[in-house]
């Protein structure tokens, strides 16, 4: 596609249920990263893949959050037991993974908005 | 806590006006920096970045950073209407990982 894409764009899930959010990168982008944005706030980074491999998973708040990229281009951040802090906008981006990330530009989805009840 | 922090404003000028943005970072570390612009309601997109101490310019922007002090600026000239969103300052930290701040509200009035 075009750019990123992202689905659910909307998502209403009661506490305690697992929710599976999707990232599709721009065809072609090795590297991939998830954030959280708050309102009001900057995106918060969570994890980062380049091909398949989780490169840097310390932004994950806990382990009810995990994410994984199996064949190195959709990516999929699960929440187990969901909780009301949970509630937010999941950002995804992607880039070109070149050598040098000193000038590489990331390309953010249009979010997932989840709210837990 | 490796940090970012911007004024959240809101700052407002007039159109036509120059639009100075500021954010300051912690981490003497941090090798590149990006300003990213979004709209209310939509996902930020990139506008420039900068990693070498000085300024560089890009149309009507120009990003300035000064490594001694931690600061990083953008100036935006001849201010529209269409600059009205939220500026986000982003630290490049170790090889991969972007920290972002707050954001500052610009508002530019017709």
């Known amino acids: 596609g075009a750019g990123v894409s992202q689905s659910p764009r909307y998502k209403v899930t009661k506490r305690g249920q697992d929710v599976a959010l999707r990232c599709d990168p721009i065809s072609g982008h090795v590297s991939l990263y998830w954030y959280r944005q708050a309102l009001g706030q900057g995106p918060e980074f969570l994890t980062y893949f380049n091909y398949e491999a989780q490169q840097d998973k310390s932004g994950l708040p806990n382990d009810r959050f995990s994410a994984e990229r199996p064949e190195g281009s959709i990516s999929t951040l699960t929440i187990q037991r969901t909780e009301q802090r949970d509630s937010a906008m999941y950002r995804c981006?992607?880039?070109?993974?070149?050598?040098?990330?000193?000038?590489?530009?990331?390309?953010f989805g249009p979010g997932t908005r989840l709210l837990v009840l | 806590q490796k940090e970012v922090e911007q004024n959240s404003g809101p700052l407002s000028v007039p159109e036509g006006a120059i639009a100075s943005l500021n954010c300051t970072y912690s981490?003497?570390?941090?090798?590149?920096f990006f300003w990213y612009r979004q709209y209310s309601g939509k996902s930020p997109e990139l506008i420039m970045f900068i990693y070498s101490n000085g300024d560089k310019e890009d149309g009507r922007f120009t990003a300035q950073l000064n490594k001694a002090s931690q600061y990083v600026s953008l100036l935006i000239r001849d201010s529209q209407p269409s600059d009205s969103a939220t500026y986000l300052c982003?630290?490049?930290?170790?090889?991969?990982?972007?920290?972002f701040g707050k954001g500052t509200k610009l508002t530019v009035n017709p």
């Open positions: 981006a992607s880039s070109l993974g070149g050598t040098s990330k000193l000038s590489e530009t990331q390309y």
């Open positions: 981490d003497r570390g941090s090798q590149s």
């Open positions: 982003a630290a490049l930290l170790g090889s991969e990982k972007l920290v």
